[in-house]
């Protein structure tokens, strides 16, 4: 059980900008798991969204809004979020609470794909929520086994899981992965995990990770299709 010591340790004081259906989940979220939580919205009835027995702080105004900012916590923040469906509101918030106020851990939703380039001008840690949800479906709707186990940034690398099918074994795994934008991370055979050496033969059963672009990844099905034809 863990001690009220270590509880507090880890408790954070958190602001989230935005309280439409993603800010108000993303705020009872971490309200749950005990963080100090502050939400700044503009329009009064967008904190209907947040559940009943949310007891975290509101603060109506614009987030723009320096003074709004400061009661909300800022100076003492030790993360924000900015979750609003505005791109320019997300950017610059994020923007003033890094450059401005200090706070270590802040992240900005991205709405609109095509705004994404300013974020990243910005160099801003972001979230496409679009962007990431389109590749997501994209890659279930693909019937190859390959499934993605750890997604780094927005989907940019992700770490991929599959089973080697029995008619590779006896072959290596540079004869199975792309040149390009794919690496061996571990192979686990009979339960036991191991680095990949050059020139490993591999067996039906093994279950291999890799890293891989989703160009690469996509190369690596496009294999694993072509030996089932």
Known sequence: MKTEIEQKQKRMQIIVIGCGRLGSALAYRLFRAGHLVAVIDSSPTSFNNLPPDFTGRIHEGDALSQDVLVRAGIEQADALAAVTSSDAINAVVARVAREVYHVPNVVARNYDPRCRVLFE????????????????????????GIHTV???????????????PERWEGKTLEELLPDEECLPISVTRAGRAMLPQSGLTIKGGDIIHVSATFNGSNCLRQKLLEQKE
Request: no cysteine.
């Open 121 to 144: 001008e910005l160099d801003l840690q972001v979230i496409s929520s679009t962007s990431w949800g389109a590749q997501r479906i994209e890659e279930m709707l693909y019937d190859s």
């Open 150 to 164: 750890f997604s780094a940034g927005n989907g940019e690398v992700e770490v991929y899981e599959f089973v080697i």
